[in-house]
């Protein structure tokens, strides 16, 4: 009897304990927004439960179903095709935007006027001089700076100098070993690309431990921010430290001894100067240099993981993309190496490389934080909420491109989407400053893998996982040879 009467209450309090923990969050963030509706009313959404928000969710849809792109479906079909959603994720109480409007005006607008500052968590991992980091005219003068050294056309015809070999070179030792672990191999490939074009750093031991750090930097910077030993982030801070310690050096070297001077973006950077005459100091060279280095590191191998994987998967594309790169071999030189206005003529390479990068969706999101109380067609941005700039639902979204799953470069013909559509590298003021550069070594690898060597995917049904990264399950292992 008496456990009846347990039960019998149990049951009957659990809708009631369930209402009150989903309420929590929405009373503690929302309340007085909801009641004042002063400078516009809340997006619609929920915030979840207590301390966790709506993550299960999320995880449910971008780690067990693998069906990202659901978790903004859903909040479309259940609160209105707003574009603009609460919720409380990622430790924070966040607006969500994902309409073209929207994200244009938070990335553009909203962050050119200062009502958005930088939204990444972890100052003492990117380093407070960090471009990612700072704001207004301190982040003017460091993109300058920044965009100088790495995306005006003399640094990407320096790109296409020095890379080639490299290129050819992991080629070769692909086919060397048969079968290769593409994600692994590539991310290899990457990191030396970009110490190589950053520092003038070589393969070699301290770049393989220089790589080992900064994955679990990347870690860190994806965990929460609880600085105890065991966690990721008290590991990431502990490899920050280590990889300061290298560069600090090479830069007190190039410093010292004039003869060290090289050719690179280190260099650059060093040597760069503002609109008063000012060197950058060694801490914003230091921060800066380890930011590009992340920038660049996971995202162009991934990149360049995905147009492999595609192009085995739609072999019309590769003929195409073969029939031209053969055109354009027959029309060099005898040393048989791609040059940088070569790129003009490749133009449905240029669109293979569009539509890679699109489906690829290597960002998922961007993050800003609300500096001030925002309205942007009706809703209110609440003072110190985030803001999660949600980019890849458009990228595949019906509305915008026809048959969006099916990779066909060809669909960039004439086509210009309308502003905010086609957002890989974001837009605005922190527009990514590597944009020119992932393409100019997808131009590279496109080129010499079509031309001189096969693939195929050893697990050509194999699943994809989208956290961190898309990518796919077995790392896409692929069969790699000379044709
Ligand atoms: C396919 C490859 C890439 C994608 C999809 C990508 C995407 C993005 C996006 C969306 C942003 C905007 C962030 C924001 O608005 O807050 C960004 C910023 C940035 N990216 Fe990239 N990126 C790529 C490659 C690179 C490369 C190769 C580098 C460096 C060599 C780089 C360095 C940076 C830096 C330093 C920023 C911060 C800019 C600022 O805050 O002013 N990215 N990237």
């Known amino acids: ?3 009846m009467w347990v039960l019998g209450l149990v049951l ?44 299960l969710e999320f995880l449910w849809y971008f780690k067990f179903i693998d069906k990202p792109d659901e978790f903004i479906w859903k909040r479309n079909a259940k609160y209105g095709d707003t574009g603009i959603y609460r919720t409380y994720l990622f430790g924070f109480p966040s607006v969500i935007t994902c309409s073209p409007e929207a994200n244009r005006f938070v990335m553009g607008t909203g962050t050119e006027d200062g009502s958005f500052t930088a939204g990444w968590p972890a100052p003492k991992l990117l380093g407070e001089k960090s471009v990612i980091m700072v704001e207004g005219l301190h982040h003017k003068r460091l993109r300058r700076a920044l965009m100088d050294a790495i995306n005006r056309p003399r640094s990407l015809q320096h790109v296409f100098i020095s890379l080639q070999p490299a290129f050819k070179e992991a080629f070769e030792n692909w086919s060397a070993k048969g079968t290769i672990n ?22 070699g031991p301290l770049l393989e431990s220089m790589e080992m750090m900064y994955r679990g930097l990347l870690a860190g ?73 992340l920038g660049g590191y996971e995202s162009t191998a991934c990149s360049m993981t995905w147009a ?16 031209e790169n053969y055109t354009i071999r027959q029309e060099m030189g005898e040393d048989n190496i791609l040059k940088f206005d070569d790129v003009k003529k490749m133009t449905y390479t240029s669109k293979v490389i569009d539509e890679v990068i699109r489906l690829a969706n290597v960002a998922h999101f961007m993050f800003r ?22 980019l890849r639902s458009i990228h595949v979204d019906p509305h915008y491109f026809k048959d969006p799953l099916k990779f066909n470069p060809d669909r960039w ?71």
């Open 413 to 483: 013909e004439g086509f210009v989407p309308s502003p905010g559509v086609y957002n890989v590298f974001g837009t605005g003021p922190r527009v990514c400053p590597g944009n020119n550069l992932v393409k100019m070594e997808l131009f590279m690898l496109l080129h010499y893998i079509c031309l001189d060597y096969k693939w195929e995917l050893v697990n050509p049904n194999e699943a994809i996982k989208f956290l961190p990264n898309p990518r796919l399950a077995d790392g896409a292992k692929l069969k790699f040879s000379r044709i």
């Open 308 to 323: 492999l994987y595609y192009l085995c998967k739609y072999p019309e594309v590769l003929s195409k993309l073969k029939k």
């Open 221 to 293: 910077l994806r965990a929460q921010p609880i600085n105890i030993p065991g966690t990721a982030f008290h590991y990431a801070l502990k490899c920050r430290k280590k990889l300061s310690i290298i560069l600090e050096s090479e830069i007190r070297n190039r410093k010292v001894n004039k003869e060290n001077v090289k050719i690179d973006f280190l260099q650059d950077l060093m040597d760069s100067v503002d609109a008063n005459g000012d060197k950058l100091s060694e801490e914003e060279v230091l921060d800066n240099i380890t930011s590009i280095l």
């Open 369 to 390: 934080t609300v500096a001030k109380d925002t309205n942007f067609n009706g809703y209110k941005f609440p003072k110190g909420w985030k803001v999660i700039v949600w």
């Open 182 to 203: 593409t994600g692994d191999e590539i991310r290899a490939l990457g990191f030396s690309n970009i110490c190589s074009l950053l520092l003038s750093f070589q393969r």
């Open 1 to 3: 009897m008496d456990a």
């Open 12 to 55: 009957g309090l659990l809708p009631l304990l369930i209402w009150v923990l989903r309420s929590f969050n929405e009373w503690r963030f929302c309340h007085s927004h909801l009641r004042s509706n002063n400078g516009g009313k809340l997006p619609p959404g929920h915030m979840g439960w207590p301390l966790i928000g709506e993550l």
